[in-house]
Nanobody, 111 residues
Framework: QVQLVESGGGLVQPGGSLTLSCAGS????????MSWYRQAPGKERELLST???????YYADSVKGRFTISRDNSKGMMYLQMNNLKPEDTAVYYCQGVETWGQGTQVTVSS
């Protein structure tokens, strides 16, 4: 069955960096657009970035210039490099694709 598993979350200080990973299985990874979302407490789930099978990636204004999405189709992996993290980036981060969601990974930005 289709499965997405995130990893790499944790506690980081403001201004720090973190890289999230998403491992996909059960589908042809290279043929699908994949996205990162996040949901902070009391807020709606927010689309952050999408990597397509071709063409430029999409970034929400809130993360443009700080976050970088990438994918390794040979490994069925997607990544989110997050730099210059801010307290408002604190949220549960999810990967999404093939109408499926991962379980989420917590990112906390705090001193």
């Amino acid at each position: 069955q289709v499965q997405l598993v995130e990893s790499g979350g944790g506690l980081v200080q403001p201004g720090g960096s973190l890289t999230l990973s998403c491992a996909g299985s059960g589908f042809i990874f290279s043929r699908n657009a994949m996205s990162w979302y996040r949901q902070a407490p009391g807020k709606e789930r927010e689309l952050l970035s999408t990597t397509y099978t071709s063409g430029p990636n999409y970034y929400a204004d809130s993360v443009k210039g700080r976050f970088t999405i990438s994918r390794d189709n040979s490994k069925g992996m997607m990544y989110l490099q997050m730099n210059n993290l801010k307290p408002e980036d604190t949220a549960v981060y999810y990967c999404q694709g093939v109408e499926t969601w991962g379980q989420g990974t917590q990112v906390t930005v705090s001193s």
